[in-house]
């Protein structure tokens, strides 16, 4: 069978026979430019090798001698290579010896060791020291049976304790001194203001009062007065050799006063000086005890005295006639409750008014 005779896909000029173009337009593009298959243009050349492989950064690329820095973190050294080209032998890091940034002679180190041990060792607090000569001292009466005295001397203490303290019969259990606090605990309970051992620690109270005027210390001023155990303040200033210190002791509400240890004149002359009062003259009487070293002046018993005079008002007569016996009033002692929820902070809490009488 006679194969049919087409026409040639290019004739000898090289472009189809019914193209319309002219040839010299066609003669631009040879033949082999035409068989060429159409690639689109690109802004990035195209290796000759074709395509490339794209890595993950987490791994050196293949045919890289340099090693992460992971890697020189966790190993300390470069890891090997797994390429075919063969990896340039690493060497083992050279470490920089640590070197002072400041130099010192040797000498004014040792010297500098010296002084900060120094200044180390005066950060800790020693002891106070006692004084000799203390400017203030400070006297509490705490509970029923202790009494407390801050910042005091040695020879003070020592003195105390030989002609103070034995006055009270029943002895101490306590004697003690920490940071400048002597703390002094008595058998039995001298501050409860009753019993057959009353008198003793009044006594014994107000020769200590009495020494401290003695050696140049005066009172001064009662702190701490809204707790237990108000503190008196007592100063150094001149020696006292005269003064006589005494008790009174309000009872019934003020209606009754007791004196304990009051100088001679003061038992002779106050409830005359009282009675001599027009508002008090027939209201007042006194009771002498037998001893002599208490007595007391009380408002009588009636239904007219009860609603004309007050205790307030027999207080305020009382103080004014001892001013002008030349007596003064210290402070106000409050001692030890009573009854039967004392230790509970309920009861009956006694005051004593401390005084002074000045020599005339």
Sequence with gaps: MQQPNYAP?????????????????QSQWPAAARQTPYTHPSFFPQSSQG????YNYSQPPPGSSVPLKSNLKRHGTAPATTSATPAVPTQTPKRRKRTKSNPQDPSKVAETTQHEHQRTSSNTKAPPQMSDYP???FLSLSGSDEIHIENISTYAMNEIRATIFPKWPHGMVLDELK????????????WNTSGPSATKAWEMLLALFTLFSRRGYSFQTSISIGTSTPRLVFLATEIDSSSHFFFAHPLNGGRKITFIDPPTRIQLHLFPYLQETSDLSGHIEAKFDEEGTTFSIELRQGLY???SITPAHLLVETLQKLEELNVQLETSIPMARKGPFAKLGFGERPEFYLFKAVST
């Design 9 to 25: 896909y290019y004739n000898q000029q090289g472009y189809y026979p019914n193209n319309p173009y002219y040839p010299q337009y």
């Design 51 to 54: 395509p490339q492989q794209r």
């Design 135 to 137: 400017t203030r001292t």
């Design 179 to 190: 940071d400048l606090k002597w703390k002094i605990k008595f058998s039995g309970s001298p």
């Design 305 to 307: 005295t009860a609603h």
